[in-house]
């Protein structure tokens, strides 16, 4: 009766050691840097094609901290036109083999007013959590890519791939030598497909 006792607990204690460090891990995987694609779609507008995208967020403890000591967060969607292959090699050559199309987001936090906020330009929203403003950053509507083209005036069938990434080739020179080869700094969503006949995911 004693042995069994003795079994019984030391399975509770294994138990709640495991429990534990479950526990103990958990923070530690939900702090990783992550970029996970939702949602993509595109559409003909006019002489232009608009981008639809949604990307779900998440920041390691290093880039909160980041942020929380002022430091602005640059993020960059980009698109790149695959097809017409032709067209988007002439593309590539032309913009040095550049995306074709690039917009930035900077995500900062305010102290005094404990706000973070996401800029476009002169443009912000301000949200109350970091939870919030990921959501809204991960985010892109009715983006004009391909505009004036005969790709875009004639509606003729085109495929591209996005993404979005954190862009340390913005931040201060400091920072961009810093961070070089530290895991903690690299955060993208990897090439995304996405074309005229329906959105990719």
Not at 123 to 137: I, N, P, Q, W
Not at 140 to 148: E, P, T
Request: net charge neutral.
């Amino acid at each position: 009766m004693a042995f069994s006792t003795r079994c019984f607990q030391n399975a509770l204690c294994k138990l709640a050691a495991l429990l534990l460090a479950a526990c103990v891990l958990l923070p530690a995987w939900a702090a990783e840097n992550s970029v996970h694609p939702v949602s993509t779609s595109a559409e003909y507008a006019s002489e232009h094609i608009e981008l639809n995208a949604r990307f779900q967020l998440g920041l390691s403890q290093t880039l909160e901290d980041a942020l929380a000591n002022g430091l602005t967060l640059p993020f960059t969607y980009e698109f790149q036109l695959t097809r017409p292959r032709l067209y988007a090699w002439y593309r590539q050559a032309a913009d040095s083999f550049n995306p074709t199309a690039s917009l930035t987001y900077r995500l900062t936090y305010h102290s005094l007013s404990r706000q973070y906020r996401v800029n476009y330009g002169s443009f912000y929203r301000g949200f109350a959590s970091l939870d919030e403003a990921l959501s809204a950053l991960g985010v892109v509507r009715n983006w004009n890519v391909l505009a004036d083209t005969g790709i875009a005036k004639d509606k003729d069938p085109f495929a591209g791939k996005i993404r979005l990434r954190l862009d340390v080739s913005q931040l201060p020179k400091p920072f961009q030598l810093s961070t070089m080869g530290q895991g903690d700094w690299k955060l993208e969503s990897g090439w995304i497909d996405v074309s005229s006949e329906g959105g990719g995911s």
